[in-house]
Nanobody, 118 residues
Framework: QVQLVESGGGLVQAGGSLRLSCAASGRFLGATTMAWYRQAPGKQREFVAKVTSGGTIDYAESVEGRFTISRDNAKNTMWLQMDSLTPEDTAVYYC????????????WGQGTQVTVSS
């Protein structure tokens, strides 16, 4: 089992910044890709950004240039620096840990609310 705990959400005005954290514990193994997803009210959960254990990064087009994902493999921790926030970024943000090689796993955190006021 892997436990993921997000923190750092909150209320911010448009144009502001927030930094989310995700701490992993338990049987967290190497070769695990960590990612952020978000789900706005009435919408499906969507991909935001991911970083592999080797440091390869990918962003959704909607956040490219505004959000920065990073991780510390030694601490099993991932961050999402969110700048130039807009009301469209309002959502519950979820941390995800996925391993595609044996033992395969896919875990989610409980989510943290981000609200951007206009």
């Amino acid at each position: 089992q892997v436990q993921l705990v997000e923190s750092g959400g909150g209320l911010v005005q448009a144009g502001g910044s927030l930094r989310l954290s995700c701490a992993a514990s338990g049987r967290f193994l190497g070769a695990t890709t960590m990612a952020w997803y978000r789900q706005a009210p009435g919408k499906q959960r969507e991909f935001v950004a991911k970083v592999t254990s080797g440091g390869t990064i990918d962003y959704a087009e909607s956040v490219e240039g505004r959000f920065t994902i990073s991780r510390d493999n030694a601490k099993n921790t991932m961050w999402l620096q969110m700048d130039s926030l807009t009301p469209e970024d309002t959502a519950v943000y979820y941390c995800n840990a996925r391993r595609a090689v044996t033992p395969v796993y896919n875990y989610w955190g409980q989510g943290t609310q981000v609200t951007v006021s206009s």
